[in-house]
């Protein structure tokens, strides 16, 4: 079995690549580089504002996985959840148009909260007392939100305005780094929030501790005193929230309307990220940010035309990452011990 530290070590690794990557888009910004150089289209300050709106649903979908597999339970259903999210987000948010913008917008929120709580909760029951495939219950999921979105979405309804940028004072006022972490919208800085308080709960606090040891070793865990499928329901539950939230992310933040299958891959694109760090917050953000900017570099050439590969090639891009970064990892990380197993308590019917 992988130790604590080889965890953490191969984690590290997403997390560098993504510190690089900032650390270079700094030095080009502060250097005096013609606009038009290729330094500037990949490294640019737009490119890299674009790659952080990108990481943002993708490093709350990773969370989202985290929260629910380091308890045992798999959960590929992320995109549902996400999209059940945004579609509960945009209806609250139409439903409200006429109400304060900023009080529209928060039950917006609450809605995306909700809808993805409540997908989370079908999820655990699915897995936990109906005893169904992990793997299936997460693509019903999928398939279920999908369906539900476009059969109930209405076209002909608009969602009036959204979040707005909020300036941190003083630390917005620095050079680059400034612009684009510290002059961003609500649910953006909640995001980074989320991923601090991740990593400080699982590893210091007795609700992670129980929550890794239901993921761990479920029956050691019962033998103690610990309600293992307590916790995979209440985890899921929570986890099924924050991908409600990166779903809300996308229609309250950055489209401001909502768009029949908008979350295009980036529940899959999360657990990639998730698996990328290893089931660790900061390697899972690391990971996320490393394939939010292929999106931004996608976005970027785009936009330039500065070469002469036809855009669907481009357009592939975050998902060949995605697939290498994978790919080339598997072998070195570890779900898990119990991960996708049952858990019955002797003379329980669950």
């Known amino acids: 079995m992988s130790s604590p530290t080889r965890f953490k070590k191969t984690s590290l690794i997403a997390l560098a690549v993504a510190i690089v990557l900032i650390i270079i888009g700094i030095v080009v910004n502060l250097l005096p580089i013609p606009d038009d150089s290729m330094w500037r289209v990949l490294f640019g300050v737009s490119t890299l504002n674009f790659t952080l709106r990108a990481t943002v649903p993708l490093a709350l979908g990773a ?34 148009n006429d109400w304060p913008l900023m009080a529209s917008l928060l039950v917006g929120v609450a809605a995306a909260l909700a809808a993805g709580a409540a997908m989370g909760y079908i999820h655990a029951l699915f897995s936990i007392k109906f005893k169904m495939d992990q793997i299936i219950s997460g693509t019903f999921l999928i398939l279920l939100a999908g369906g539900l979105t476009s059969y109930l979405f209405n076209p002909d309804s608009v969602a009036e305005g959204k979040f707005s940028p909020i300036a941190i004072p003083f630390l917005s006022k620095i050079p680059v ?22 990593h400080i709960g699982l590893f210091h606090t007795k609700w992670g501790l129980r929550s890794r040891a239901a993921g761990e070793h479920p029956r050691a865990a019962d033998t103690v005193g610990i309600n293992v499928n307590f916790y995979r329901y209440l985890n899921t539950t929570l986890g099924g929230m924050v991908a409600g939230l990166a779903g809300g992310f996308l229609v309250l933040e950055a489209v401001g309307q909502f768009q029949e299958g908008m979350t295009a891959g980036r529940g899959f694109i999360s657990l990639a990220a998730m698996i990328f760090g290893n089931w660790m917050p900061f390697g899972a953000l690391g990971a996320a940010t490393l394939f939010g900017y292929t999106q931004g570099v996608q976005n970027a050439l785009l936009l330039a035309g500065v070469v002469n590969i036809p855009r669907h090639f481009i357009s592939m891009l975050p998902y060949l990452v995605t697939i290498i970064a994978v790919a080339g990892f598997v072998g070195r990380v570890r779900p898990p011990a119990a991960e996708g197993k049952v858990y019955e308590t002797e003379g329980s019917s669950e």
């Open 63 to 96: 969370m989202a996985g985290i929260l629910c597999e380091r308890t045992g339970i798999i959960n590929i259903g992320i995109e549902g959840m996400m999209l059940a999210g945004a579609f509960a987000g945009f209806v609250a948010k139409v439903a409200t």
């Open 177 to 198: 780094i400034g612009d684009i972490f510290f002059n961003n919208p609500p649910i953006t800085y909640a995001a980074f929030i989320i991923v601090i308080a991740l």
